[in-house]
């Protein structure tokens, strides 16, 4: 892993908790001492030599900012050995086309990535691009990977940024939704703590009832709204708040 910074380092916690390697066996490089030191305790290799991580890896992640992916892929380019590696770049708007002019001859098998930071948690939502060099081989290793981590959906490089908005984004949005509901919870005369654990508590019963029987959520809703019952009228008051549309209209920009 070349980068462990907010989604590099929950990747590599992600795949320590995974036990799927010897924790010696993964290498992190990262410019940044105290983010090596966090992971010198769990017993991972550490560098700050991109060259020395990627040169004998079986599997290259790369992910750091957008704007540095070329210099970080420029500055490993020699250590790359496309006959016995497979590249992983995870960040935002990175073009695959850029990535292989970026290394020529010299780029290995290629994949697209973006998980969220609920990776670290062995819970993410990961969309997983597969470029044409990539054989069957390939994909079951790295979504095999990613599948330990979470759930994967194999996609096309268009929809990664809809993907994007809608997990790796939609993550932070969830997590307003707490926020905001933990305040009502509040105003409504729990302490803090105690609101905030049944706003979670509330969201994973919801998420949970939805995967056990596969119910629409609108039909889920009717299971619980009774006419004339305080279900209804609250719905009915955040609609006129323009939830539904405020949810849309922020999805959307995200993704432009």
């Known amino acids: 892993m070349i980068g462990a910074g907010a989604m590099g380092g929950a990747t590599v916690e992600g795949l320590v908790k995974t036990g799927l390697y010897k924790n010696e066996d993964i290498t992190v490089s990262d410019p940044s001492e105290a983010v090596l030191d966090k992971f010198v305790k769990k017993g991972v290799s550490v560098t700050t030599d991109n060259n020395a991580a990627a040169g004998d890896a079986d599997v290259v992640m790369v992910c750091v900012k957008p704007w540095l992916v070329e210099r970080v892929l420029n500055g490993i380019k020699g250590e790359l050995r496309p006959a016995r590696q497979v590249l992983v770049v995870i960040a935002a708007g990175v073009k695959s086309a850029d990535i292989k002019e970026w290394l020529g001859t010299q780029c290995p098998p290629l994949f697209l990535a973006i998980p969220n930071i609920a990776i670290a948690q062995l819970a993410s939502m990961t969309f997983l691009v597969p470029t044409a060099a990539t054989t069957p081989q390939n994909i079951e290793l790295v979504k095999g990977l990613f599948d330990e981590m979470g759930h994967t959906l194999i996609t096309d490089e268009s929809h990664l940024a809809a993907g994007t908005t809608l997990a790796s ?58 006419p004339g019952g305080v279900t209804i009228k609250g719905l009915n008051e955040m609609e006129n708040a323009g939830f539904t549309s405020a949810v849309i209209r922020g999805l959307k920009a995200g993704a432009k």
Do not use: N, S, W
């Open 169 to 226: 984004c939609g993550i932070a949005y969830a997590m307003r939704y707490i926020r905001a509901a933990a305040e009502g919870g509040v105003e409504l005369g729990f302490k803090a703590d105690d609101a905030k654990e049944i706003v979670m508590q509330t969201m994973k019963g919801a998420v949970e009832l939805l995967e056990a029987t596969g119910l629409h959520p609108e039909a889920a809703i009717d299971l619980v709204t009774t």
